[in-house]
């Protein structure tokens, strides 16, 4: 069977048994607390929390899932051995509250039996059986549905069943919550498969598990209960691409003389057909035996499968509007995509070369997976944009690594002949730091000697963790990245090391960034967070409940206020506050770790204490400015996401009354016309007047389409802002009641702030209106200058400008006259000595260049000989020297001039023998220095 006719059966077979068929799930998970969707439950854990009611109780898809990074992190072993993946497909089944363990086994079995014909007496079922301190008891359910299965099948119960405890064989979503046993299904893949069980979780590539079947039943209590649940669940997991490599390594079971590989599937025979096309190399199927001293040719089948594996990873994560960067889970597909770019280096594949595998992974997995095919262009645009930049960095990088990794290799060899260790080192100067090839393979020859064993054992060396941090912040090279490239030579990094060094920077970090966490250090308040009512009201009366003061400030603590506190990226409110009789401005709002709203104020603070009453008033104009702004932001980010693509993601943003800030993630500058289309479609919606509403609901129960950021702490009950229904976002700030509010959105500015990130500014309301009469007024003074309607002012420039060109040109044409006047003069006064011509003289020029052009000139006229000049250029000596053929014969070269002579007067400088020039700052002596030259 191909690798689609499997995955279809599968569908195909569930859908038999009463099951939808539900695409899979975006690799951008719901839950903040997942990098990456990394199993085909994740989608459906609010069905088994009871939170939602799922359309249909019987449901069957494909999950795309990457384990990268976090708990589940696969990333360094992919190559190295057959069977694991950054990317995967997760095959499954579920019931919610409806068929339970007896359908789940048998259907597991029917399928894998009757329609995919696996050999029956290869097959092994584990059954949970707790050990000590484990949850729960013997699945003696499971165990009797299991040995009526293999009773029937003429196969014994005691050999093909085996039994697991918590480790293997129980299933919990965390902590707490809801939990079961689980009975796996293994396949015996020796060649006689005979092994009777011997093998199942042994860590054998000869015993794969190829299904897991969770029985939720229970909840997990926050006292340790395990209390069974009214509803029970069936939730199933099979890795797609093990049965497809194992169908295919066997021949359909025809031929199990071959180790099991899941990369021997047509899931990956068209990219390793595009990779040999490409490095004119083989894949030949070889897996490391030694992996600290791995061969060429196993080398080269460990880059194709790393290849093949990290662009299936980054083409469907891209697809899903997970692009590479700098944060998070977008870091991880960063570092996956270097790797992959450093792999195929080894490979000898030239830059580029990433993105043209796109095609392939669209064709192979497009029809199962459409937003493959819908973002084809984005995903090759993106990886080549991200090649691209690694590419410029790259080779300055491995050339740092090398010539760092001998430098301190050297070092840490002299450090140990200097402090008494047995010289074991005998070192030369060709071996000294100088040849990052050569130099380096002498030094590991050296340290990896038999003779040193003993050193090495005891005293190791590991690339130092400041030389992995420099790699890292200069270069982009990630950690694990610097790791493999030092394992490929023998040697470890000092991670801690590197940690350390980060750590630095993120103090730097931390204590550059305003803090209010500070205030409320030596409170006794209680830590109640402050109720606001600034969505409904922008005045309130309020009881102060706290007075925080620091060095430079005061902030008053409310019971309530409408005041909205600095967050999301929008600044805090000002106003003022009323007592009785003490008035205070309110400077700015900030919220603190509690969730208090700080009111900053100035002044004497003696005439009020807590409990006082008072009135709160926020800015009235400032505030609704704000929220122009703010609603601005999300219908931009809406609009950037219909012309660029779904993959632009809120990056940042910042929000105040006089402009906006909006970060996003990009490949690539937006292009004018681009920029101008976001810019037109923005002010289309905002002229429409659309409705802006906003409501509560739990986290979990938020509608389709709206978007979460990840990152973000959201609690269980969010804040859904919803404008004309074309853009929904989860916001906890303040916005217009309608989008005609906004006005006008003008796009003042479009730049990167990093790899992968672009930064807009604009500017609305009555910020755009400023900004427009400051347009004109520059208009109409410069209409004024140029006696120009301002209809006619771009004809009158264009005139202005063609008449400017003209007379630059006419004062070129003087120039050179007065140049060639200039040397005819210098000429004159020319010195002879020994048959050579010499001009020594200070002159007049604009610019170094004006002073080469001038003794050019004068060496052309001069004939044989030497022309130095010199000329005070913007409050500091500029110098050149010519010297002609005989002149250098004679040993007159112009480079030892000018670095004789910049020397005394205070600088440096040097060249060819027949040219040079340098630069100095004894200006006060040039004239007399010139003067004492001869030949």
């Known amino acids: 069977m191909t690798s689609n006719q499997i995955r279809q059966s599968f569908l195909d077979f569930f859908a038999s048994k009463q099951h939808a068929i539900v695409p899979s799930a975006s690799l951008m998970p719901d839950s903040p607390n997942l990098l990456f969707t990394n199993a085909g439950m994740n989608q459906f854990v609010p069905y088994f929390l009871g939170e939602r009611e799922p359309s249909n109780r019987r449901i069957t898809d494909t999950q795309k899932c990457i384990r990268a990074g976090g708990k589940h992190n696969d990333l360094e072993d992919v190559g190295l051995d057959t069977y694991h993946h950054t990317f995967f497909e997760m095959l499954g089944n579920w019931s919610i509250g409806d068929y339970f363990k007896q359908e789940a086994i048998e259907w597991a079995w029917e399928l894998i039996t009757k329609v995919w014909k696996f050999p029956k007496e290869r097959l092994y079922a584990s059954v949970y059986q707790p050990s000590a301190g484990d949850p729960g008891e013997f699945d003696q359910e499971a165990y009797d549905f299991w040995k009526a299965v293999f009773e029937k099948e003429g196969l014994d119960p005691e050999v093909h069943i085996v039994f697991g405890d918590k480790k293997d064989n129980y299933w919990m979503m965390g902590d707490t919550g809801p939990c079961g046993p689980c009975s796996e299904l293994h396949v015996d893949l020796t060649p006689a498969g005979d092994t009777k069980g011997k093998l199942v979780n042994a860590d054998s590539p000869y015993c794969i598990e190829i299904w897991n079947l969770v029985f939720i039943q229970y909840n997990a209590t926050p006292d340790g209960e395990f209390v069974p649940l009214k509803a029970k669940h069936i939730d199933t997991g099979m890795g797609f691409e093990r049965v497809a490599g194992i169908m295919a390594t066997s021949k359909n079971f025809t031929d199990f003389s071959t180790p099991p590989s899941n990369y021997n599937s047509d899931l990956f025979d068209t990219l390793f057909q595009e990779f040999e096309k490409l490095s004119g190399h083989k894949y030949q199927r070889t897996l490391p035996e030694d992996l600290d ?135 030369s100067s060709e071996s000294a730091p100088t040849d990052s090839n050569n130099g380096l393979e002498n030094l590991l020859r050296k340290y990896f000697e038999p003779e040193t064993e003993q050193l090495r054992k005891s005293s190791p060396y590991f690339l130092s963790g400041e030389i992995a941090f420099t790699l890292y912040d200069t270069y982009g090279f990630p950690l694990d990245l610097t790791e493999l490239m030092a394992k490929q030579k023998g040697i470890s990094v000092d991670t801690e090391g590197f940690e350390l060094e980060m750590e630095k920077q993120r103090a730097k970090g931390r204590a550059a960034h305003k803090s209010t966490d500070i205030l409320v250090a030596d409170s006794d308040a209680p830590a109640q967070a402050t109720k606001f009512l600034g969505f409904d009201t922008l005045a309130d009366e309020a009881e102060l409940i706290d007075i925080v003061k620091s060095d430079d400030a005061a902030y008053l603590v409310f019971n309530h206020t409408p005041f909205y506190a600095e967050m999301g990226g929008q600044v805090g409110d000002t106003g003022e506050i009323n007592f009785d009789d003490v008035h205070f401005d309110v400077l ?281 000049l010199g000329a005070e250029v913007k409050g500091k000596v500029s110098i050149v020297a010519f010297s002609s053929g005989n002149a250098i014969a004679a040993g007159h070269k112009a480079g030892d001039i000018i670095r004789d002579l910049t020397a005394k007067l205070g600088g440096r400088g040097g060249g060819k023998p027949d040219f040079a020039m340098g630069g100095a700052t004894d200006v006060d002596s040039l004239e007399k220095t010139l003067g004492s030259i001869k030949l």
């Open 293 to 427: 001293n791995i061969s060429e040719v196993e080398m080269k089948d460990v880059i194709f499968r790393v290849l093949a594996d990290h662009i299936r990873c980054l083409s469907c994560s891209i697809a899903d509007g997970i692009l590479p960067g700098n944060e998070s889970r977008n870091y991880v597909l960063r570092r996956i995509l270097r790797r992959a770019v450093m792999y195929g280096r080894k490979l000898g594949l030239e830059q580029g070369f990433f993105a043209k595998l796109v095609p392939v992974v669209v064709n192979q997995l497009g029809h199962v997976f459409p937003e493959l095919k819908q973002q084809e262009e984005i995903i090759q645009k993106i990886i080549k944009s991200e090649e691209d930049a690694f590419g410029r960095t790259l080779d300055r990088g491995l050339q740092y690594f090398y010539s760092m990794l001998q430098a301190d290799l050297f070092k840490w060899i002299e450090e140990h002949e200097l402090d008494g260790t047995k010289a074991y080192f005998k070192i």
């Open 588 to 868: 700015d709002t900030v919220k603190d770790p509690n969730g208090r709203f700080l009111h900053k104020v100035s002044g004497d603070l003696s005439a009020i204490s807590v409990g006082d009453e008072a009135n709160l008033i926020v800015a009235h104009d400032r505030r609704k400015s704000i929220e122009r702004h703010h609603s601005a932001t999300h219908v931009l980010h809406w609009a950037l996401r219909k012309v660029l693509g779904t993959h632009v993601r809120q990056a940042g943003s910042y929000v105040d009354d006089q402009r906006l800030r909006f970060d996003f993630s990009h490949f690539e500058a937006v292009k004018p016309d681009e920029l101008a289309l976001v810019e037109k479609l923005c002010n289309e919606h905002i002229l429409a007047n659309s409705k802006v509403k906003w409501f509560e609901t739990p986290f979990d129960q938020r509608p389709e389409g709206v978007m979460a950021e990840f990152g973000e702490k959201y609690g269980d009950v969010v804040r859904v802002v919803d404008i004309g229904g074309f853009s929904k976002e989860l916001c906890g700030g303040t916005h217009v009641r309608g989008t005609g509010e906004i006005g006008l959105l003008k796009i003042t500015s479009e730049s990167g702030i990093a790899a992968g990130t672009r930064r807009i500014e604009a500017i609305a309301g009555d910020s755009l209106y400023s900004h427009i009469n400051d347009i004109e007024s520059t208009i109409a003074t410069a209409s004024k200058s140029l006696s120009a309607a301002p209809a006619d002012l771009l004809k009158k420039l264009d005139t202005v400008l063609a008449r400017n060109a003209e007379l630059e040109k006419q004062l070129k044409s003087f120039q050179q006259k007065a140049s060639g006047n200039l040397a005819d003069d210098l000429l004159k006064s020319a010195q002879d000595s020994n048959g050579l011509k010499l001009v020594a003289a200070k002159v007049d020029a604009d610019n170094p260049n004006a002073l080469r052009q001038l003794g050019a000139n004068l060496i052309g006229k001069l004939g044989e000989g030497v022309v130095i």
